[in-house]
């Protein structure tokens, strides 16, 4: 990873790469494990905007069935809205917005 996160080594397959709070794939990219270097520099755009990253293995499912997120209001699940799939190969993913604002 580049300079602003921990190095914990080059991922073994596919990952998508986000900012940890954001909505409807703002700022999310998928990489092949061979594209170590854009996928680094996405990593730190998004720091350098003062977001929290998350990297997580590419699940095919996602892919091809979508995503589908849980919305929890007090102690429970109130909503599970699905979303089609957002992902494809990236280049240059979208530059993050915001200060850090969570968006």
């Given at each position: ?7 914990l080594g ?24 061979s594209a ?43 909503s599970a ?23």
């Amino acid at each position: 990873m580049g300079s602003t996160g921990a190095a914990l080594g080059p991922p073994a397959d596919d990952q998508v790469i986000k900012p940890s709070v954001a909505s409807g794939g703002l700022c999310t990219a998928r990489y092949r494990a061979s594209a170590r270097e854009v996928a680094d520099a996405h990593v730190d755009r998004l720091h350098e905007a003062g977001h929290t990253v998350m990297v997580q293995a590419y699940q095919a499912a996602v892919g091809t069935a979508g995503d589908t997120a849980v919305v929890f209001l007090g102690s429970g699940p109130a909503s599970a809205p699905r979303s089609p799939s957002r992902l494809s190969w990236a280049a240059t993913p979208a530059r993050p917005s915001g200060s850090g604002s969570g968006r």
